[in-house]
């Protein structure tokens, strides 16, 4: 039977039952996926280093294991990028810094680790904006990423390289990170599904030091729920390394991504106070208010229950101490970005007693959202309040013709992490020009699920959900 779409273009599901079936090889899809790597790369400067000949030797081992019956789950022979601050054996780590542009780690990181052992054939690394602190992706080692709607235009960051590969066919499916909406936005920013799990959903050990606390985690990406949902079924067991991975006693099962137990009940919050928001983004996401409630959601318009501004000065403090510490354990300011100065020496003045006090705002944030919780199953939000803006700028200064700082734009998703709660971008509808708009859920601590199965509903409606850039094409 042929296949009605390219090879580049289905999805790992896709991919796995054509491996299933034999209408399709890993080897085949592999080295034309690589193909194309080669073709539009340099356009889009999503990839950072790519593993051909280990790419090829994962393929060609997991088409054996479909030809004896055998795979090894649904991710098998499936393509899949790797974000450069996640440690791949054999391969660059760099984290976007000339401070380790000659290390290469002898090991994965766990859910590297795991994602190899189901059988990925992992491409190779993405780009990202240096020690991943920015809402752009640029570094002095790679140059700027370009968005695969328009390349001129950022794809956001950090996660920038991992999102431009998935939108433009250079892999189905990516892992990155989020620390404060690095994959909501990105992913908003590109027309993908963007999962940010609960902090311990995906268990982390033997990676980079943690210079967000707990706040970070491991980000999913793809074209769609189904994806996402597999690879978090993949890498969710917990593991004693990781003490905040045990508040989960086993992984994710694909029936719970799949299942709503009652119509869930959903905050609308379109604006945070008086911070500004693109009107663009607005509109698309009163519409997908809209799709959510014409599938069974309860939608409620309010205000966040909480004060933002309170957290965002608490995220002020945290994120630029994580940058000096990592960055006097490397050696010093030397050869950072010029742009990170700032930030660096902002964080080097940040006090033990300031410290303390933004981690316990995260405490009281957690205590306050987790009784939120009991009455609603999801807030409603756009996911970045600014439409992408040219790749070599590190951030918009106006929004709506007001002034935004360099967080402006990323109002929407910090708090999520501050507060351990899982986030899913979901595509909107296009702006005027065509560029992708994401809306994103937000649910309570341990319900990444749950979210994931509100996500199928809207995808199984919405008509934007199923674009492809032009560069693609």
């Not at 799990?197 to 030091?209: C, K, L, V, Y």
């Amino acid at each position: 039977m042929p296949i009605a779409q390219p090879n580049w273009q289905l999805s790992a599901t896709d991919l796995h039952q054509h491996y299933r079936r034999g209408t399709l090889s890993p080897v085949d899809v592999a080295s034309q996926i690589l193909a194309r790597i080669e073709a539009l790369n340099p356009m889009l400067n999503a990839y950072v280093h790519v593993d051909t000949a280990g790419a090829m030797a994962a393929a060609q081992a997991s088409a054996e294991r479909y030809r004896a019956g055998r795979p090894l789950g649904p991710l098998d022979g499936v393509p899949a990028s790797i974000k450069d601050s996640l440690l791949v054996g054999g391969m660059p780590a760099t984290w976007g810094s000339r401070l380790l542009e000659r290390n290469i780690p002898a090991q994965d990181e766990l859910p590297v680790e795991r994602l190899r052992a189901a059988g990925a054939v992992l491409l190779g690394k993405t780009n990202v904006p240096e020690f991943t602190v920015q809402g752009y992706t640029d570094n002095l080692l790679f140059g700027a990423t370009g968005n695969a709607w328009n390349p001129a235009l950022t794809p956001g960051g950090s996660s920038g390289g991992a999102v431009s590969a998935v939108a433009a066919g250079l892999g189905p499916v990516a892992l990155g990170t989020d620390g404060g909406g690095s994959t909501r936005r990105p992913a908003g920013h590109t027309g993908l599904v963007g999962l940010k799990p609960s902090t311990g959903r995906i268990a982390r050990t033997g990676g980079f030091p943690e210079i967000y606390n707990d706040l970070e985690v491991i980000g999913l990406f793809g074209r769609c729920i189904e994806d996402v949902s597999t690879i978090l079924c993949t890498l969710s067991a917990p593991d004693a390394r990781d003490r905040h991975s045990l508040a989960f006693h086993a992984a994710v099962t694909p029936e719970e991504t799949r299942h709503l137990p009652k119509a869930p009940r959903i905050l609308y919050v379109p604006r945070f106070g008086r911070h500004p928001v693109d009107p663009e983004i607005i509109a698309a996401t009163d519409t997908a208010a809209e799709v959510l409630r014409k599938v069974g959601c309860g939608i409620e318009a309010g205000a966040l229950p909480f004060d933002i501004d309170a957290a965002i000065a608490a995220l002020a403090v945290l994120m630029p101490t994580g940058l000096a510490m990592i960055v006097d354990r490397l050696g010093g300011p030397g050869k950072i970005t010029p742009a990170l100065l700032p930030m660096y020496e902002a964080g080097r003045a940040v006090s033990g007693s300031a410290y303390l006090a933004a981690l316990n705002h995260a405490v009281e944030l957690r205590r306050q959202l987790a009784s939120f919780y009991t009455r609603f199953d999801a807030i409603l939000t756009p996911s970045t309040a600014a439409q992408p803006w040219a790749k070599d700028k590190v951030y918009p200064e106006k929004i709506d013709g007001q002034d935004a700082g360099p967080r402006g734009h990323a109002v929407y998703t910090g708090w999520v992490n501050l507060a351990g709660l899982p986030g899913l971008n979901l595509p909107a509808t296009p702006d005027a020009k065509g560029m992708p708009i994401g809306v994103q859920l937000v649910g309570g601590y341990g319900n990444d699920a749950l979210l994931l199965a509100i996500g199928r509903r809207y995808e199984a409606v919405a008509p934007w959900a199923d674009r492809w850039p032009a560069i693609a094409l």
